[in-house]
């Protein structure tokens, strides 16, 4: 059964940057969209960013221009990038594949705090 693997998370100094990276087990194939949610505590849970095979992104709004979304589709594996990450970012942050027939996988999620 395949599985994603997060890392990267932790935690941070507000104006501080982290690298999350969402690697697919070999046995995930024809993956079509990946991306990253998070949820902070006693928040619902929120899309970040997308990206399609093709390299195709989109960023919630309040979030464009300090996170980047990448992949290496050669490697199943994505990335979020994220500067100047500020207090409100804290949350855990969970990644997902889609496979090209709608099935989803979902990261075991990896928590980011960011201190003031």
């Known amino acids: 059964q395949g599985q994603l693997v997060e890392s990267g998370g932790g935690l941070v100094q507000a104006g501080g940057s982290l690298r999350l990276s969402c690697a697919a087990s070999g046995s995930i194939f024809s993956i079509a969209d990946m991306g990253w949610y998070r949820q902070a505590p006693g928040k619902r849970r929120e899309l970040v960013a997308t990206i399609t095979s093709s390299g195709s992104t989109k960023y919630a709004d309040s979030l464009k221009g300090r996170f980047t979304i990448s992949r290496d589709n050669a490697k199943n594996t994505e990335y979020l990038q994220m500067n100047s990450l500020k207090p409100e970012d804290t949350a855990v942050y969970y990644c997902?594949?889609?496979?090209?027939?709608?099935?989803?996988?979902w990261g075991q999620g990896t928590q980011v705090t960011v201190s003031s």
């Open positions: 997902y594949a889609q496979r090209a027939g709608g099935l989803v996988y």
